[in-house]
């Protein structure tokens, strides 16, 4: 079978070639950098624009925004036919290209948010390394943890006061710089689709800014989810064990904090309201100008695709969200009730996009269905369908959950 | 007191280096900007000799006349002139060496690529002689049965 | 505490000078700043231009083209796939458009029956027909080709004399070309795993050959040239003739010539 053939069904006429070439793998691809853009903007809020409330949640996201770095790329890796020739892209780019930019972006945005990370934790890697170099026998996992942190200190031991001041202005000027780079990082996966003239429902200029905006919805959303669900299982974790331990005095852990989470999601509703305009501005002057595709697309979305756009994108996962956010009196499972809303409507317009763009021929007088692998059979029905989806959905929280041993997350005594 | 600051600049450096290192050795000599520039001609101009190399399956007719003048002079004479040995015969590639012998596409299917009817104005397809109906003509039965290819007028049926 | 703070500006200012002048090594090394490179000149002082001509009269749809390609060419011949291929519209009296192209047309037509997808199909009366034909298709080797543009590392482009050709060795399968090209010609080799589509059998016009789809058609329907070259017959009726051009509006420029080419061609 030809690559696409098993999950594409065609109706009408639709060119022999043709086939949904860019499957759930190049749905969740956005919706991956997208969480990484939103994540890092979240936490710049804090440190260049210096809101005190999202003190907590700042370095929470820059940490949770390098976990999602790993994982980001991966659709890339499972979705390429030729998945080691990927380097291509670093040794010989083709500017002119739009997906040559991921060497240069990926790689600048890596370099900020790992040089942001070295600044915001150099006092903990000489704090961690410090008592190790002076212990005489170590074990092995102490010599592990003795070059890990040794290295990442760069060599530099200087913690005074005045090093320190220099490390967030540091931290000042790379969370500045690295904003507009996570909407370029962001920016550019839209551009991916918006040029490619040859694609109806994809070109438009519009497409680049849509897609930054849902990104940053995606990312604080994910912020405030996982957030809520850490500071939870810390209370829950530390509750049980001062039961355990009755009698000794254990400072008691309050939970996720209502404040910040209403603060954090005014802005969700900002960015919100900002990518909704535009999607909805795309439609109107499309359905105004009536050019030659509006006849297929127009049946596209108004027939087929009428479920998935207005009542799970828009519906369930913008209007619903919307309400929820507005209602008085947040409460902390309305929140999460209203993120998972969020992030599910984000994924749902990343799949109108790719899915939808592909699901007229360019005939304009033919459809294609897309019927994702559920149950895998060879290799090619997994990485392409949905257990593929779910293993890199799942990866950023595992990987999180590794680097936050380096990176702690919580009880840092002092914090920039 | 050398500024700590730039440290992680660095270490960028170092990385980048590294890439170029790499580069060197793993991008093909030819790989550049040829003639048409860099948006249009960005490649490895080998390439283009792998391209050329290739090899050539179908020779034509005129290669098989001077073995087969007998079934080469026969078809010239009738309406089926037209039609290159090789589109029945398959491609002559190494032929007599290798294959030895072709092998010739006898199947219905053949014949009715034009011999089914398909009325449509404005296409030569509904000048060629045809059945509206295939099955309802000897269902099942090669046409090279009864009608000779070489000779396909209907005083050569056999 | 001042003057350890001057030093470090002027550090600071050495440093980033190092830096610029480290980055544009790299930059060098992409070959990006040349600008003789750059804006190096499509004057081609090539004396070739491949062109085709498609004469939809002539066509009966018989796709002897397509199976001659897929064995001249090593496309798997059962595969779903094809470098070029031939569509039938059948445009009915009551104003109905109706087209196809079962399995590209390597088996030709032999039916009236028109395959609608999704194992259905319809057909139709002699007497309802109001126009129908048959329109071949293969790349179009555009001059401005979007599938070269959008092709992130390199592995597709335009050779001098107007073929746009796949490097297999280097090709990452992305489908990023697959995506970009208004005609659909671009497909992944069921074998290679690289992008594939019609490079005017470039292997046999280089020899003084002719493609084997132009080639195998009995009926004349397809023809290649050089455009370059006043004498050739193909460039005189181009050049001549009222001949059209498949999807103009996208600006690719195509340099594949249709004679008779219809309203209702999509």
Same mark, same amino acid.
């Given at each position: ?21 860019? /499957?759930?793998?190049?749905? &969740?691809?956005?919706?991956?950098? *997208? ?11 804090? #440190? ?52 040559? !930019?991921? *060497? ?150 309050? *939970? ?39 006849? $297929? ?50 994924? &749902? ?54 680097? /936050? ?9 002092? /914090?920039? | ?11 960028? !450096? ?50 098989? +006349? ?40 006898? %199947? ?51 | 505490?001042? +003057?350890?703070? &001057? ?10 000078? +190092?830096?610029?002048? *480290? ?42 083209? $397509? ?26 009296? =009551?104003?109905?458009? #109706? ?12 039916? %009236? ?9 319809? =057909? ?38 107007? $073929? ?30 690289? !992008? ?37 017959? $193909? ?17 690719? +420029? ?13």
């Amino acid at each position: 079978m030809v690559h696409g053939e098993i999950w594409t069904v065609k109706e009408l006429f639709v060119y022999p070639n043709e086939y949904i070439y860019w /499957s759930v793998q190049i749905v &969740m691809y956005p919706f991956m950098t *997208g969480l990484v853009a939103g994540a890092f903007v979240l936490s710049s809020l804090y #440190h260049v624009f210096g809101i005190k409330e999202l003190k907590e949640m700042a370095r929470f996201a820059l940490v949770f925004s390098f976990a999602l770095l790993f994982a980001a790329p991966m659709p890339i890796v499972l979705h390429l036919q030729h998945p080691f020739r990927g380097i291509n892209v670093f040794m010989t780019p083709h500017f002119t290209s739009a997906i040559a !930019a991921f *060497g240069i972006v990926f790689s600048t945005y890596g370099a900020i948010v790992a040089s942001e990370l070295w600044f915001l934790y150099r006092k903990h890697f000489v704090e961690m390394s410090e008592p190790l170099k002076k212990k005489q026998d170590k074990s092995l996992f102490e010599w592990i943890q003795f070059f890990i942190f040794c290295s990442l200190t760069l060599g530099v031991y200087d913690i005074s006061e005045e090093a320190l001041k220099k490390d967030e202005k540091a931290i000042k000027i790379l969370a500045g710089l690295g904003i507009p780079v996570a909407c370029f990082l962001h920016g550019y996966a839209g551009f991916i689709f918006g040029s490619v003239k040859a694609n109806a429902l994809w070109m438009t200029p519009l497409m680049p800014v849509i897609f930054i905006m849902s990104a940053i919805v995606s990312g604080i959303a994910l912020c405030i989810l996982t957030y809520i669900v850490t500071m939870e299982i810390r209370r829950f974790l530390s509750a049980r064990k001062a039961a355990g331990t009755a009698g000794r005095m254990v400072e008691e852990l309050k *939970g996720a904090e209502i404040n910040v989470i209403r603060m954090t999601a005014r802005y969700l509703l900002f960015f919100l309201i900002f990518a909704i305009t535009l999607e909805l501005l795309d439609l109107i002057f499309r359905g105004y100008t009536a050019v030659k595709s509006w006849d $297929v697309i127009r049946s596209v979305i108004y027939g087929k695709d009428f479920i998935d756009i207005f009542v799970l994108q828009y519906g369930v996962g913008n209007l619903l969200p919307f309400i929820l956010f507005l209602l008085p009196g947040l409460t902390i499972r309305r929140a999460v009730l209203g993120v998972l809303l969020v992030l599910f409507g984000v994924f &749902m317009m990343r799949w109108n996009v790719v899915i939808g763009g592909q699901a007229f021929s360019l005939s304009f007088a033919g459809y294609m269905h897309y019927h994702m692998p559920i149950i895998p059979h060879d290799w090619e029905t997994f990485k392409e369908g949905l257990f593929g989806a779910l293993g890199i959905f799942i990866m950023p929280f595992i990987l999180f959950w590794f680097i /936050s041993k380096i990176f702690p997350v919580f009880n840092l005594k002092e /914090s920039h | 007191m050398k500024n700590h600051v730039l440290r992680p600049l660095w270490v960028i !450096a170092g990385m980048i280096a590294l890439v170029l290192v790499v580069r060197y050795f793993y991008v093909p000599k030819d790989f550049g900007i040829h003639e048409r520039g860099y948006m249009y001609g960005w490649h490895r101009e080998g390439n283009i000799g792998d391209w050329k190399k290739v090899s050539v399956k179908y020779l034509g007719s005129e290669y098989c +006349k001077d073995c087969h003048p007998d079934k080469y002079e026969s078809i010239m004479t009738t309406p089926h002139a037209i039609i290159q040995c090789e589109n029945c015969h398959g491609p002559a590639t190494g032929h007599p060496t290798d294959p030895p012998k072709l092998v010739i596409d006898k %199947s219905r299917g053949l014949c009715l690529r034009c011999h089914a009817l398909l009325p449509y104005p404005t296409s030569g397809r509904a000048n060629i002689r045809g059945f509206a109906d295939p099955e309802s003509h000897n269902p099942g039965l090669e046409c090279v049965s009864c009608h000779n290819p070489h000779k396909p007028s209907l005083e050569g049926l056999k | 505490m001042k +003057k350890a703070q &001057m030093i470090s500006r002027r550090d600071l200012l050495k440093n980033t000078v +190092k830096g610029i002048a *480290g980055l544009a090594l790299p930059l060098a090394a992409f070959e990006i700043i040349n600008p003789r490179s750059l804006f190096a000149d499509k004057d081609d002082k090539s004396k070739v231009r491949w062109v085709f001509l498609v004469d939809t009269y002539k066509c009966v749809g018989c796709g002897l083209c $397509v199976k001659a390609c897929k064995i001249e060419n090593e496309t798997p011949y059962d595969a779903n796939v094809t470098r070029t291929w031939v569509e039938r519209y059948v445009i009915t009296k =009551d104003g109905k458009f #109706h087209a196809d192209s079962p399995k590209g047309a390597r088996d030709g037509f032999t039916s %009236s029956k028109i395959d609608l997808g999704m194992g259905k199909t319809e =057909d139709i009366r002699k007497e309802d027909i109001e126009k129908a034909f048959f329109v071949p298709k293969l790349c179009n080797q555009c001059e401005n080709p979007p599938c070269v543009q959008v092709c992130p590392v390199g592995a597709t482009y335009q050779a001098p004399d107007g $073929v746009v050709l796949v490097d297999r060795t280097w090709c990452i399968g992305c489908g990023y070309c697959i995506m970009g090209c208004p005609y659909g010609v671009r497909f992944f080799h069921p074998k290679y795993h690289t !992008a594939e589509k019609c490079n005017f059998c470039y292997h046999r016009i280089t020899k003084g050959l002719k493609t084997a789809c132009v080639q195998a058609c009995p009926f004349g329907a397809r023809q290649i040239g050089n455009i370059k070259d006043p004498a050739d017959p $193909v460039t005189k009726i181009i050049m001549t003739e009222r001949v059209g051009i498949l999807k103009e509006e996208y600006g690719t +420029k195509p340099q594949v010539f249709y004679i008779g080419l219809d309203k209702e061609v999509r």
